[in-house]
T-cell receptor, first 113, second 113 residues
Framework: DTEVTQTPKHLVMGMTNKKSLKCEQHMGHRAMYWYKQKAKKPPELMFV???????INESVPSRFSPECPNSSLLNLHLHALQPEDSALYLC????????????FGDGTRLSIL | DQQVKQNSPSLSVQEGRISILNCDYTNSMFDYFLWYKKYPAEGPTFLIS?????DKNEDGRFTVFLNKSAKHLSLHIVPSQPGDSAVYFCAASSGGGADGLTFGKGTHLIIQP
């Protein structure tokens, strides 16, 4: 069982659609993360939120728009995606102190038609 | 430029024996190292971590060793069990907290009965 919940588990969308991925945790973590994982590759960091403020953006295209409405929720808004954006999108959370492990959800499998 | 390297894509070990997974890193700023286990269709599950101020950390059947001078860490699993069959990712971070993880490409561990 994962304590980080991601919805939906699967998403198929066209290149002109707008959709959102959601992530929720109730572990009291104040750092939340989005990663992207392509097939047969390791996860790659996209965004980091610390105390609900964006602290790291790894030069992600603007068609990906993160949002952290409160300390338990993290969203990733998607618009005008490309086929190469098809991937597994993973959310993680952690405490903000040093040497704190990140805990991952099971991800959203995104397919762009 | 790969900052975290797992040079063995796969490893086959007999049940009951020791599994040793290796990881090398190049970035001297990394000061916290983690191992994750991943089953298909699930997110990475945190296994064990080690801070750069230590050279060994043990948790049940899992032990992680860190050799800072060689920039090398290893995960020992003993005894290996069939449920240990999964992909194992080595990850590293720096900065003291709420920092993204850099992952290796993973090692697929197969436990043979």
């Amino acid at each position: 069982d994962t304590e980080v919940t991601q919805t939906p588990k699967h998403l198929v969308m066209g290149m002109t659609n707008k959709k959102s991925l959601k992530c929720e945790q109730h572990m009291g973590h104040r750092a939340m993360y989005w990663y992207k994982q392509k097939a047969k590759k390791p996860p790659e960091l996209m965004f980091v939120y610390s105390y609900e403020k964006l602290s790291i953006n790894e030069s992600v295209p603007s068609r990906f728009s993160p949002e952290c409405p409160n300390s338990s929720l993290l969203n990733l808004h998607l618009h005008a995606l490309q086929p190469e954006d098809s991937a597994l999108y993973l959310c993680a959370s952690s405490h903000t102190g040093a040497d704190q492990p990140q805990h991952f959800g099971d991800g959203t499998r995104l397919s762009i038609l | 430029d790969q900052q975290v390297k797992q040079n063995s894509p796969s490893l086959s070990v007999q049940e009951g024996r020791i599994s040793i997974l290796n990881c090398d890193y190049t970035n001297s700023m990394f000061d916290y190292f983690l191992w994750y286990k991943k089953y298909p269709a699930e997110g990475p599950t945190f296994l064990i971590s080690i801070s750069s101020i230590k050279d060994k950390n043990e948790d049940g059947r899992f032990t992680v060793f860190l050799n800072k001078s060689a920039k090398h860490l290893s995960l020992h699993i003993v005894p290996s069990q069939p449920g240990d069959s999964a992909v194992y990712f080595c990850a590293a971070s720096s900065g003291g907290g709420a920092d993204g993880l850099t992952f290796g490409k993973g090692t697929h561990l197969i436990i043979q009965p």
